[in-house]
């Protein structure tokens, strides 16, 4: 299977909204972590132990080049810009907890890449007509399209959102791994990747 990642969309810390894809000997799998649990605790124990070696993740991993002196720019990166994403400073708090959760990974030899769902989504009209997160009941011909161009079978019935953004995550990573996913943004100041 090569190197073992997963693609993880990333909710506040005890909110039981995220969500990690992976693939086994099975298939893809979806896993959430639980209501009132440490979601970066819960990350770090599901990566060591699936013995995983890198995570696409739907967050911020780097701020704006002006705190890093690269540019004047403070509120926005590059890449931010031209997804038309979230400012890392406007999710202030998860940015630095993604941030953290990539450091203490990479001490475990783990390595982190930025991804967007939601950029991703945008790109693919097909996705797009039916990507409506307000609406769970769109959760079914969302992973109905997805299986369509997944190479693995989806294994878990998914519930929510935060598992449909975990499997795109996941997709992302996988076109990563095939060196089909496209970078965004500036590699010195930090990339999303779709």
Avoid at 42 to 48: E, K, N
Avoid at 72 to 82: I, K, P, T, V
Avoid at 145 to 161: G, R
Avoid at 170 to 180: N, P, S, V
């Amino acid at each position: 299977m090569g190197e073992r990642f997963c693609g993880i969309d990333y909710g506040t810390k005890m909110s039981g909204n995220t969500a990690l894809a992976y693939l086994d000997d099975t298939g893809i799998q979806v896993l959430q972590c639980l209501k009132n649990t440490d979601a970066d605790q819960w990350i770090t124990t599901q990566v060591t132990h699936l013995n995983l070696k890198k995570i696409y993740l739907d967050a911020p991993l780097s701020l704006p080049g002006g705190f890093l002196g690269y540019n004047d720019q403070f509120h926005y990166r590059a890449c931010d810009l031209e997804l038309s994403a979230m400012s890392p400073m406007f999710l202030g708090g998860l940015t630095a907890r993604a941030i953290s959760l990539s450091k203490g990974l990479e001490k475990q030899k783990v390595t982190s890449c930025e991804v967007y769902p939601g950029g991703f989504i945008r790109a693919h009209d097909t996705l797009r007509e039916c990507y409506h997160k307000k609406d769970v009941t769109t959760v079914s011909h969302m992973v109905h399209n997805l299986s369509q161009i997944f190479p693995f079978s989806i294994q878990t019935s998914i519930e929510n959102y935060h598992q449909v953004d975990a499997l795109i995550c996941w997709w992302i990573g996988y076109r990563h791994t095939q060196g089909l996913a496209k970078a965004y943004g500036d590699v010195q100041e930090g990339q999303i990747w779709i």
